[in-house]
C-alpha cells in the first residue's frame, strides 16, 4: 500500500461552484442563520426525500436528540430504555435531560435493542424506549411499539445511520414518536453538521420549533428553557446540493459491498450481517464480525491495518455501559449485556466511501485471508 492514508469514510462534497452558487445567495440576503430561506428550503426538501409528514432541522444530530427527549417533559430522574451499543451521544443526551439511561441487551443479528428483552427493565419509572437503528439495520419496530402501547412509553429512535433508510416501502422516520437522523460530516448525507427531527403529530411541530430557539414564543415571551438547535444557511446550503448526489454515492457503495461480500463471505470466522427482508440500505457503514474461529482477533486486524494506513473502526468498542460515567454511577442500572460484550470486541467497521479505489478493497480483502 501506498503511504496515503485510508479512513473508514470520506465526506460526501457537492461541486464547489454549485455551493459559492447559494453562498452568493447568502451574502446578497445578508441572512446567516435563524431560519433564514436555505434553511426552510431544505427543510421541506428532507420532508419529502424522507417521505415524512414532519421535518425539523437543526445545528447537529445530538441537540436534535436532546429537544426530542425535552419536548415530552419527562420528570427528572425518569428512566429511559436504551442500547449499550451505539455513540455516546445516545445516552449522554438521556442524561443531559436528567433522566436515567437503562441498558438492554441487543440482537446478535442486527446488533440493535433486543425487544424480547425491554419489558424486563420497565419500572414504575420507566417513561420511554430510546432504541438505534444501528448501521441502519432497522430496529424491532413492531415489538418496540408494542410494548410501548402496553405501558403507555414514548418511543424515540436514533437513525443517525439510516438517513433513506425505507421498511416495505415506508420511510424509517415514520415509526415511534420521533426519530432523529444525524447529518454529520462523517453521514451518507451531510451538512457539514447538521441533523433533523421527524415525527407524526403536529402538536410537536411548534414545541420543537420553540426548544429549537432557546424556548421563544415571540419578541417577549419565553415560554419554556429551549436551547440553540438552528442550522445556519451554509449548512443548509451544503445539505441542497448533498441531497441532489447522495444517491449516486449509494449506488457506487453499493458496488463496493458487493465486492468486499464476495471476497469475505469465503472467509471462514467473518461474518457480515445481512439486512433483514423489506429494508433498503443506507450504506452508512460496512461492518464485519470477527467470530472465535478467525486465526486473529478484531484488535489484532484493526493494528494490522492502522500499521498500513488504513483506519478501520471498532465501532461501538468501548460499549456505552464500559464509560466511567456510567459503570460508576450506581444509579445507572446495568445488567445482563453478554451480547454486547460478546459484539463490542468483534465488530470492525472498514473502509467503506464510493470513491475507494478496487485496489484498496481486494488489498483489504487479500489482508483477511482471501
Known sequence: MSESKVYVTTPLLPDINAFYAHVNDIWDSKWLTNMGQKHNELEEAIKVELKVPHCSLFN???????????????????????????????????????????????????MTINADKIEEYITPNTVAIIAVHVYGFPCNIEKIQKIADKYNLKVIYDAAHAFSTEINGVGIGNFGDITMFSFHATKLFNTIEGGCLTYKNPDLIKKIYNLRNFGIKNEEIVEDIGINGKMNEFQAAMGLENLKIYKYEQERRKKVKAIYDDKLSKIKGIRIPKMPSGVSNSYQYYPIVIEDNYPKTRDEIY???????????KYFYPACHDYDCYKNDLSVKLSNLSVTDDLKNKVLCLPFYGTLEKDTIHHICNKLGV
Not at 72 to 85: A, K, L, M
Not at 304 to 313: A, D, H, L, Q, V
Open 303 to 313: 493494528e494490522m491495518f492502522k500499521s498500513e494506513n488504513i483506519f478501520t473502526r
Open 60 to 110: 447537529n444530530g445530538t441537540i436534535a436528540l436532546l429537544t426530542a427527549i425535552r419536548a415530552f417533559d419527562f420528570p427528572f430522574g425518569s428512566e429511559i430504555i436504551t442500547t449499550p451499543f451505539t455513540f455516546a451521544a445516545t445516552p449522554h443526551c438521556i442524561s443531559w435531560n436528567g433522566c436515567k439511561p437503562v441498558f438492554c441487551d441487543i440482537e446478535p443479528d442486527t
